[in-house]
C-alpha cells in the first residue's frame, strides 16, 4: 500500500489550502483514512479523519475551518483548509488504518509541507 499526497504549500493567513491523498494496492473496504500534522519541535497530532462509511472527527482546533472528505471509488481522502492560521503551519501527512480480525495495518504517507504566513 502507498499513499500519494499533494496540495501544500505557502499561504497567507486567512487563506485557503486542499490537500489529497490518493492509496493505492490492496486497500479494505472497511478502513478510516486521515491527516495528521507535525510543526517543529512539536510531537505529531491528529487533524481529522474519516471512516470509509463517512463519520468524521476533527481536532478542537481545526473545527469549523477545517473539512475532510474522500471518494470510496478511488480510494482518495481530501482536506480543505479554509481560514488558515500561521499555527497551522505543519508538516501534514495522510494516513491509512486498516482493521480485520486478528491484524491492523496502519500506512503513512511521506507529508506535504503546509506554511501559513502572517
Known amino acids: 500500500v502507498q499513499l500519494q499526497a499533494s496540495g501544500g504549500g505557502l499561504v497567507q493567513a486567512g487563506g485557503s489550502l486542499r490537500l489529497s491523498c490518493a492509496a493505492s494496492g490492496s486497500i479494505f473496504s472497511a478502513n478510516v483514512m486521515g491527516w495528521y500534522r507535525q510543526a517543529p519541535g512539536q510531537i505529531r497530532e491528529l487533524v481529522a479523519h474519516i471512516r470509509s462509511g463517512g463519520s468524521t472527527s476533527y481536532a478542537d482546533s481545526v473545527k469549523g475551518r477545517f473539512t475532510i472528505s474522500r471518494d470510496n471509488a478511488n480510494d482518495t481522502v481530501y482536506l480543505q483548509m479554509n481560514s488558515l492560521k500561521p499555527e497551522d503551519t505543519a508538516v501534514y501527512y495522510c494516513?491509512?488504518?486498516?482493521?480485520?480480525?486478528?491484524?491492523?495495518?496502519?500506512?503513512w504517507g511521506r507529508g506535504t509541507q503546509v506554511t501559513v504566513s502572517s
Open positions: 494516513h491509512l488504518n486498516m482493521k480485520r480480525p486478528g491484524v491492523e495495518y496502519d500506512y
